[in-house]
């Protein structure tokens, strides 16, 4: 086997048993965080892993069996797009993996047909149309900006050929950030809803306090519920990694700042959730839209237009 | 400033709807609606408001008699109208919006109308 | 023809502070009907006259509700007295508006609470609460009591306020109209509060002059009437306005609550400045009360109904208790009628349901 494969194989290895771990530690973070922002005191930093193995303890009803096999098929393909992510697959296939596991999620969310899941799943999916554009421009937008920021392929032996790869993008000389400004804000505006936090925790929210109690997680009980919490780790850590893959370069002090990008944007989701009401689904949708539009279009535009520029 | 608590005119029960249609009219609102069993009648208590100005009707009505419901008139007036029917057994009739009872969860009866005899 | 859903909303719902029962049909995202019942937690109080006798009867109107309960208190004696013509001594009088506007902060803060967890604002919940917490500290300071302060006998108030104890309720209220400051700054002008509250729940005049509205959610929609102004207690002697908005939506009602809010405390402040130096605090009834009387107050949450009758025993015949809300339950289902899913719980909210008081 040759060392990048092992590599490779380390990283998936490392993302499956350490991102539950990461994920469940930023929750009892953010939670920490939320309630100093409160003038609370807040749980403890390892609550969320207490709360998980209490859900896990509980029982499980369900009036739809197939509901436990959805949530699985949700979980896995959770991480398998985690382990494309960090594996150094194609950004394409992790994005997508990812829809197809909001799928799984809204199949098993509505294989129950109660009223209030049913509100949340129609609003999960107004979610999905908001989010689903930016990442895949986002996507689009790696590919661009690594043509023209000329990947290091030397040790490759290849010649300045754009790719989907992560692998590939991580190897570049200058962080793709510097390309592709619009495309991080539009995808910083949809982690918000990603990670289901106030103005935008339509679907389902962190606390019961909403119209919908809990929207689409409503129904699952015990473990199914347990298996949401972890599965939304794996995103978080994942979503995060994205992030951070705008500030990676072939230059290992770039991690550091890629680090500390990480951190700041996570701040700053608990602090909009902190200072926004949730708002209705209409505003959500214009907002979203028109900060893709506004922000990642143009951004598509300058890096469409910019290598004929330099060509000539 | 006028006592209006105490201003409570007495109306013959055939005039309670005329009364509340004039009341309507003049653009008063329904303050509250009320009902007392005394002295084996109901006395049933309809508040008008105008501003600060109020008036109170008060319609003394036996056990068994029917009593026209003024919520066509008056939409809010069908809680009152049901509290009544349900607490005291005021036979009320045409509700907009009739519960049939079931506006309190309470397991008894009438339990506001004192029974013949028990006290 | 988009399919029609209908949605139990409460009783046990968590965004409800107290259980009603809202039958929701919906079409997608949009309310067509509603129909509001009631009737978890009747207790029956009123008939409680049977067995108590009018200076009994006290403690249960105190015990109609927690958050109204000083001023249920209060409009039961004052309706006993004026049966029994007995005029309170003035120091009686102060010490009642006094702590009717310690109900009002506090009661209105609960609610602003409420209502920022019903859109989502955790950060806001938590500091509208906060600040209410040193207005029951006053509370528990000068009655025993955080919430069931149980001071109103017939014929006056149980316990004096001391001059260091007025000192340091008024330093409290000015401190709390200094601390609102930025929460009303937020309530009236974050863009996704404003979001939320702008246009939600139209109750025009003529609706609300229709449908019996009353309180703040009246007053929200330009009708200028605040019992207050009749001058109970020693409101004749204190300078206010009454506080209206032209809005008509759940901004005006959040704006009219605000405001009062600051009314309140420049209210305490009047009261305190022109509180009269005396012992006397209580006069005590004689006889019982034989008569009736349709006692009107200016509640927390709108206008309250005290009617009581008498017969010349100690037993009443009948004490009747009208609580805003109930008169309120109409325009709810009025403005649910039409509204978006997601505004129900700001809407139940916006007529600051006290179900307690509505079933007694």
């Given at each position: 086997?040759?060392?990048?494969?092992?590599?490779?194989i380390v990283?998936i290895?490392?993302?499956?048993?350490?991102?539950p771990?990461?994920?469940?530690?930023?929750?009892?973070?953010?939670?920490?965080?939320?309630?100093?922002?409160?003038?609370?005191?807040?749980p403890?930093?390892?609550?969320?892993?207490?709360?998980?193995l209490?859900?896990?303890?509980?029982?499980y009803?369900?009036?739809n069996k197939?509901q436990?096999?959805?949530?699985?098929?949700?979980?896995?393909?959770?991480?398998f797009?985690?382990?494309?992510?960090?594996?150094?697959y194609?950004?394409?296939?992790?994005?997508?993996?990812?829809s197809?596991a909001?799928?799984?999620?809204?199949?098993?969310?509505?294989?129950?047909?109660?009223a209030?899941?049913?509100?949340g799943?129609?609003?999960?999916?107004?979610?999905?149309?908001?989010?689903?554009?930016?990442?895949l421009?986002?996507?689009?937008?790696?590919?661009l900006?690594s043509a023209?920021?000329?990947?290091?392929?030397?040790?490759?032996?290849?010649?300045?050929?754009?790719s989907?790869?992560?692998?590939?993008?991580i190897?570049?000389?200058?962080?793709?950030?510097?390309?592709?400004p619009?495309?991080?804000?539009?995808?910083?505006?949809?982690?918000?809803?990603?990670?289901?936090?106030?103005?935008?925790?339509?679907?389902?929210?962190?606390?019961a306090?909403?119209?919908?109690?809990?929207?689409?997680?409503?129904?699952?009980?015990?473990?199914?519920?347990?298996?949401?919490?972890?599965?939304?780790?794996?995103?978080?850590?994942?979503l995060?990694g994205?992030?951070?893959?705008?500030f990676?370069?072939?230059?290992?002090i770039?991690?550091?700042?890629?680090?500390l990008?990480?951190?700041?944007?996570?701040?700053?989701?608990?602090?909009?959730?902190?200072?926004?009401?949730?708002?209705?689904?209409?505003?959500?949708?214009?907002?979203?839209?028109?900060?893709?539009?506004?922000?990642?279009?143009?951004?598509l535009?300058?890096?469409?237009?910019?290598?004929?520029?330099?060509?000539? | 400033?006028?006592?209006?608590?105490?201003?409570?005119?007495?109306?013959?029960?055939?005039?309670?709807?005329?009364?509340?249609?004039e009341?309507?009219?003049?653009?008063?609102?329904?303050?509250?609606?009320?009902?007392?069993y005394?002295?084996d009648?109901?006395e049933?208590?309809?508040?008008?408001?105008e501003?600060?100005?109020?008036?109170?009707?008060k319609?003394?009505?036996?056990?068994?008699?029917?009593?026209?419901?003024?919520?066509?008139?008056?939409?809010?007036?069908f809680?009152?109208?049901?509290?009544?029917?349900?607490?005291?057994?005021?036979?009320?009739?045409?509700?907009?919006?009739?519960?049939?009872?079931?506006?309190?969860?309470?397991?008894?009866?009438?339990?506001?109308?004192k029974?013949?005899?028990?006290? | 023809?988009?399919?029609?859903?209908?949605?139990?909303?409460?009783?046990?719902?968590?965004?409800l502070?107290?259980?009603?029962?809202?039958?929701?049909?919906?079409?997608?995202?949009t309310?067509?009907?509603?129909i509001?019942?009631?009737?978890?937690?009747?207790?029956?109080?009123?008939?409680?006259?049977?067995?108590?006798?009018?200076?009994?009867?006290?403690?249960?109107a105190?015990?109609?509700?927690?958050?109204?309960?000083?001023?249920?208190?209060?409009?039961?004696?004052?309706?006993?007295?004026?049966?029994?013509?007995?005029?309170?001594?003035?120091?009686a009088k102060?010490?009642?508006?006094?702590?009717?506007?310690?109900?009002?902060?506090?009661?209105?803060l609960?609610?602003?609470?409420l209502l920022a967890d019903?859109f989502?604002?955790?950060?806001?919940?938590?500091?509208?609460?906060?600040?209410?917490?040193?207005?029951?500290?006053?509370?528990?300071?000068?009655t025993?009591?955080?919430?069931?302060?149980?001071?109103?006998?017939?014929g006056?108030?149980?316990?004096?306020?001391?001059?260091?104890?007025?000192?340091?309720m008024?330093?409290?209220?000015?401190?709390?109209?200094?601390?609102?400051?930025?929460?009303?700054?937020?309530?009236?002008?974050?863009?996704?509060?404003k979001?939320?509250?702008?246009?939600?729940?139209?109750?025009?005049?003529?609706?609300?002059?229709?449908?019996?509205?009353?309180?703040?959610?009246?007053?929200a929609?330009?009708?200028a009437?605040?019992?207050?102004?009749?001058?109970?207690?020693?409101?004749?002697?204190?300078?206010?306005?009454?506080?209206?908005?032209?809005?008509c939506?759940?901004?005006?009602?959040?704006?009219?609550?605000?405001?009062?809010?600051?009314?309140?405390v420049?209210?305490?402040?009047?009261?305190?400045?022109?509180?009269?130096?005396?012992?006397?605090?209580?006069?005590?009834?004689k006889?019982?009360?034989?008569?009736?009387?349709?006692m009107?107050?200016?509640?927390?949450?709108?206008?309250?109904?005290?009617?009581?009758?008498?017969?010349?025993?100690k037993?009443?015949?009948r004490f009747?208790?009208?609580?805003?809300?109930?008169?309120?339950?109409?325009?709810?289902?009025?403005?649910?009628?039409?509204?978006?899913?997601?505004?129900?719980?700001?809407?139940?909210l916006?007529?600051?349901?006290c179900?307690?008081?509505?079933?007694?």
């Amino acid at each position: 086997m040759q060392k990048a494969d092992i590599i490779k194989i380390v990283s998936i290895l490392a993302f499956i048993v350490l991102a539950p771990v990461l994920g469940g530690l930023l929750e009892g973070i953010d939670r920490k965080i939320s309630a100093r922002m409160q003038r609370r005191v807040g749980p403890k930093i390892t609550q969320p892993f207490y709360d998980v193995l209490k859900l896990f303890n509980k029982e499980y009803i369900s009036v739809n069996k197939k509901q436990l096999f959805l949530l699985l098929s949700h979980i896995f393909f959770v991480v398998f797009a985690g382990g494309l992510f960090f594996g150094g697959y194609d950004m394409l296939m992790v994005f997508l993996s990812l829809s197809t596991a909001s799928i799984f999620m809204i199949l098993a969310a509505s294989s129950t047909h109660t009223a209030y899941t049913g509100v949340g799943t129609v609003r999960e999916l107004v979610q999905m149309m908001c989010c689903e554009p930016a990442e895949l421009l986002v996507a689009v937008g790696f590919y661009l900006a690594s043509a023209v920021g000329g990947i290091h392929y030397a040790s490759l032996g290849l010649a300045n050929d754009p790719s989907f790869m992560v692998k590939d993008l991580i190897n570049v000389d200058k962080p793709a950030i510097m390309y592709m400004p619009g495309f991080f804000i539009a995808f910083v505006f949809i982690l918000t809803i990603k990670f289901r936090k106030s103005p935008f925790d339509l679907s389902t929210s962190h606390h019961a306090h909403q119209e919908v109690v809990k929207g689409l997680t409503a129904e699952f009980s015990g473990g199914a519920y347990a298996i949401t919490e972890i599965a939304e780790w794996y995103e978080e850590v994942m979503l995060l990694g994205v992030v951070a893959l705008f500030f990676v370069t072939n230059n290992p002090i770039s991690y550091i700042w890629a680090a500390l990008a990480v951190i700041i944007v996570f701040f700053l989701e608990i602090l909009i959730d902190n200072t926004s009401a949730r708002v209705k689904w209409d505003l959500m949708f214009k907002a979203s839209w028109g900060v893709i539009l506004a922000c990642a279009g143009t951004n598509l535009l300058v890096l469409e237009i910019l290598p004929q520029v330099l060509r000539h | 400033m006028e006592d209006y608590g105490k201003n409570i005119i007495e109306i013959p029960l055939e005039k309670l709807a005329i009364v509340a249609g004039e009341e309507k009219n003049a653009g008063h609102r329904l303050a509250q609606a009320c009902a007392t069993y005394v002295n084996d009648k109901y006395e049933l208590l309809y508040s008008f408001e105008e501003d600060y100005a109020m008036t109170t009707y008060k319609v003394v009505v036996g056990l068994d008699e029917e009593v026209p419901s003024i919520s066509r008139i008056f939409f809010p007036a069908f809680t009152y109208e049901n509290e009544m029917k349900e607490l005291f057994g005021v036979k009320i009739k045409g509700i907009v919006t009739d519960y049939n009872d079931k506006f309190y969860r309470i397991a008894t009866e009438t339990p506001f109308l004192k029974k013949k005899g028990g006290k | 023809m988009p399919k029609k859903t209908v949605i139990p909303f409460g009783p046990q719902h968590p965004v409800l502070p107290e259980p009603i029962h809202l039958d929701l049909v919906l079409e997608d995202e949009t309310v067509v009907d509603a129909i509001p019942s009631i009737g978890f937690i009747h207790r029956g109080l009123e008939s409680l006259v049977e067995k108590k006798d009018f200076n009994e009867m006290v403690y249960v109107a105190e015990r109609i509700c927690g958050i109204c309960s000083f001023m249920h208190g209060m409009g039961y004696c004052e309706a006993v007295e004026h049966v029994m013509d007995i005029d309170i001594p003035d120091r009686a009088k102060y010490l009642r508006t006094i702590w009717c506007e310690f109900s009002r902060l506090h009661s209105h803060l609960l609610w602003l609470g409420l209502l920022a967890d019903g859109f989502g604002f955790e950060a806001l919940f938590n500091e509208c609460w906060r600040i209410r917490e040193q207005v029951l500290d006053m509370v528990e300071m000068t009655t025993g009591g955080r919430l069931i302060a149980s001071v109103n006998r017939v014929g006056g108030v149980l316990k004096d306020i001391t001059p260091d104890m007025l000192k340091q309720m008024k330093a409290v209220a000015e401190n709390v109209g200094r601390e609102l400051v930025p929460v009303a700054d937020t309530f009236l002008n974050d863009y996704s509060v404003k979001s939320r509250l702008c246009g939600s729940g139209i109750l025009s005049k003529e609706d609300a002059i229709a449908l019996g509205a009353c309180g703040p959610m009246m007053r929200a929609s330009g009708i200028a009437v605040d019992h207050r102004k009749s001058g109970y207690a020693a409101y004749g002697n204190i300078d206010f306005d009454v506080i209206t908005s032209n809005d008509c939506d759940g901004y005006g009602r959040v704006y009219v609550r605000i405001q009062e809010l600051f009314q309140s405390v420049e209210i305490v402040r009047q009261a305190i400045d022109k509180i009269p130096d005396s012992e006397e605090i209580m006069i005590k009834p004689k006889g019982n009360p034989k008569g009736e009387y349709l006692m009107r107050l200016e509640q927390p949450r709108g206008e309250a109904f005290y009617y009581v009758k008498g017969n010349g025993s100690k037993n009443l015949d009948r004490f009747r208790v009208r609580t805003p809300t109930f008169g309120n339950l109409a325009p709810l289902v009025h403005t649910l009628k039409g509204a978006p899913f997601a505004d129900v719980p700001l809407l139940v909210l916006t007529i600051d349901p006290c179900v307690s008081c509505t079933e007694r």
